[in-house]
């Protein structure tokens, strides 16, 4: 056995995974925020996407990896990234561009757990136990407190709410289908072809609806840019996935219970949105929820 792997037989990054997942998706809120103050939604999104596809296509090229052989590998691949790239950042986008606040958009998103809790027995015909739907509520309940105390819920439009459930329903709908219809390739390969998919369905709407304006010379604009090409693009989405084939669907989703309370703390330093006392209650509640969850059944 390497020396990298501990002794349960498990690779160390894959140990390492979740936190560090957690730590890059969790920034991707403030830092998207801060993105769209110098770039409209769509035309952002869009250009991220091309960034990622212009980082991939050299490491394609020198390290020439096997490709789907079959249509429907590229069909599944190509959807999962529609779902993921295409409607769930896209809607996420579009809510913080009417209004929504950060926190508002990551709480209803974490519902994403109690979707997937309820559909994946009969997609991904897995079984999820009664103590695993006592940790995705407890979840659920510690970071509506996060979000609550923050008081980011009340003051929402009614457009961005809609938004965000619709990226509620896109990441659901992605993650479940990467299981049950996933295959595993190169990450070059797959990422390519879901950013792929992710740029041709918002570039289109960013040229129809948007003007394309971009502040290029704002630093906090390539921060942005290269936070969420490396962070979130890159870096989070390969670690989602292999997360989600390694593993059982609702384990993985029971990550995103955290997401809200580590979203909350990190807005603190770069948005300066400071959290209330009553809120730290509410994130020892979600990692409780996630531990809870997040347990094997014998």
């Known amino acids: 056995m390497s020396g990298a792997a501990p002794a349960s037989g498990r690779p160390l990054w894959l140990l390492l995974a979740p936190a560090i997942f957690l730590v890059l998706w969790s920034g991707g809120f403030s830092i998207a925020k801060l993105g769209i103050r110098h770039a409209e939604p769509l035309t952002f999104l869009a250009l991220r996407y091309a960034v990622v596809l212009v980082v991939l296509a050299p490491l394609a090229l020198i390290l020439k990896p096997d490709w789907p052989r079959r249509l429907s590998q590229w069909f599944h691949i190509a959807f999962v990234g529609f779902l993921i790239q295409g409607v769930y950042f896209g ?65 929402e439009s009614i457009l961005g709410v809609l938004c965000s459930i619709g990226g509620l329903l896109g990441i659901t709908a992605g993650t479940l289908w990467e299981k049950r219809f996933g295959s595993h390739h190169h990450p070059v390969v797959s990422n390519m072809i879901q950013y792929a998919a992710g740029l041709a369905s918002t570039l289109p709407l960013a040229l129809l609806l948007e003007t394309l304006t971009v ?35 609702s384990r993985v989703s029971s990550l995103f219970y955290l997401v809200p309370p580590v979203s909350a703390l990190m807005a603190w330093p770069i948005l300066g949105e400071a959290m209330p006392p009553l809120a730290w209650l509410g994130m020892a509640i979600a990692a409780t929820g996630v531990a809870i969850a997040s347990r094997r059944t014998a």
């Open 91 to 155: 809607m996420c986008y579009l809510a913080f561009n009417l209004g929504a606040a950060s926190g508002t958009v990551a709480i209803i998103v974490c519902l994403q757990p109690i979707l997937v809790g309820l559909i994946a027995p009969y997609f991904a015909r897995e079984r999820v136990s009664a103590l695993r739907w006592l940790g995705l509520v407890l979840g659920l309940a510690g970071a509506a407190t996060v979000i609550l105390a923050r008081s980011a819920i009340a003051t």
């Open 215 to 249: 502040d290029w010379t704002s630093p906090e604009f390539q921060v942005a840019l290269a936070y969420l090409v490396i962070g979130n693009s890159l870096i989070s989405m390969t670690l989602l996935l292999a997360m989600i084939r390694l593993g059982e669907v």
